[in-house]
């Protein structure tokens, strides 16, 4: 059960687009289609914001998209705005039916 | 709405004991799988154990297998968590979350976490 990898930080200008990357393997994020993105501002509980890879709750809004290629996940946030600096978690569904988060990632508007 | 409130966090020595719970309200309460996620000071998100509805299945993360029991009071809409043995390493925030109502692996709704501490 390691933890699935992820950048330790991104950033961005308002505006601009970024993608955050989760890498895991082929017994957890390779395998299922579960895969979720949470946000986290400071002494916040976590949001999710991305469920099954690419769906999106409602409420959230729809710079949010999700996507897979293999072992890796990735979150892409369009149209950068203050309010999205924030930690952002992966996480997937794995073998023997647990579930591990990634590293997690800090987001900094520029 | 949605409410999850966490209880029985507190300061314990190496090897002690704690029972923490989370009452749940605003849904049906037996209808959904309920998680317990946890987060060390400073650090990232560590899932910790599940349990299903009806009490059928409970997993755990392999770092509080044999340590933590995870059990449901649906009369009474409420998770425990039993922490024995602790170590210092099992210091952090504990959420419980619930998961989703279209994903059964995604956690929609979260408490705001009762804080362990593990020390001597």
């Known amino acids: 059960q390691s933890a699935l990898t992820q950048p330790a930080s991104v950033s961005g200008s308002p505006g601009q687009s970024i993608t955050i990357s989760c890498t895991g393997t082929s017994s957890d994020v390779g395998r299922y289609n579960y895969v979720s993105w949470y946000q986290q501002h400071p002494g916040k509980a976590p949001k999710v914001m991305i469920f099954?890879?690419?769906n999106r709750p409602s409420g959230v809004s729809n710079r949010f998209s999700g996507s897979k290629s293999g072992n890796t996940a990735s979150l892409t946030i369009s149209g950068l705005q203050a309010e999205d600096e924030a930690d952002y978690y992966c996480?997937?569904?794995?073998?023997?039916?647990?579930?591990?988060f990634g590293t997690g990632t800090k987001v900094t508007v520029l | 709405e949605v409410r999850l409130v966490e209880s029985g966090g507190g300061l314990v020595k190496p090897g002690g004991s704690l029972r923490l719970s989370c009452v749940a309200s605003g849904f049906t309460f037996r209808n959904f799988n309920i998680n317990w996620v946890r987060q060390a000071p400073g650090k990232g998100l560590e899932w910790v154990s599940g349990i299903s509805t009806i009490s059928s299945y409970k997993y755990f993360a392999d770092s509080v297998k044999g340590r933590f029991t995870i059990s449901r009071d649906d009369a009474k809409n409420t998770v425990f968590l039993q922490l024995n043995n602790l170590r210092a390493e099992d210091t952090a925030l504990y959420y419980c979350?619930?998961?989703?109502?279209?994903?059964?692996?995604?956690?929609?709704?979260w408490g705001r976490g009762t804080l362990v501490t593990v020390s001597s």
């Open positions: 996480s997937s569904f794995a073998s023997s039916n647990t579930l591990v």
């Open positions: 979350a619930r998961v989703g109502v279209w994903s059964a692996y995604s956690f929609d709704d």
């Open positions: 099954d890879v690419n």
